[in-house]
């Protein structure tokens, strides 16, 4: 298994709100960025993935609000396998201070994967070389 390398995003001042914090829906920009960021890591980047016909909808997304991010903090965005049915992945998030290591946001997303024409797809019975990668990074 290949060692992932964190995903980093520091914060930008457009982000925030009139509290001076990062406005809730960023944080799901940013484990979409985390997302791509670690597939492209393993080999399953979303570009090549979507050449061979394999797209992966967000059929459902959570996040919990621990503690507040304010403009230029920098965040860590680390990103766990935790469910696969081989049509299905479930992936969670867990995001943190660099600096501080404070937890600020924890979430979830889950995926079905689907042809170019919306059709639901097995990975598993149609592409073993992405379903072997995946289930290398499942963590149950």
Known sequence: M????????????????????????NYIRWF????????????????????????????????????????????VIRIRFTKYTGVRLTIEYEVTDKAKGTVRCTGQSEHCFVTTDGKIVSVARNNPEMDATIREYLEE
């Open 32 to 75: 979409e960025e985390a997302r791509i960021d670690f597939f492209e890591q393993i080999g399953l980047g979303y570009k090549e993935c979507e050449q061979k016909g394999i797209l992966s909808p967000v059929t459902s997304v959570s996040a919990r609000y621990k503690t507040p991010t304010e403009f230029y903090d920098t965040v």
């Open 2 to 25: 290949k060692q992932i390398k964190p995903y980093e995003h520091v914060v930008q001042y457009y982000e925030t709100d009139q509290m001076k914090v990062v406005h809730h829906s």
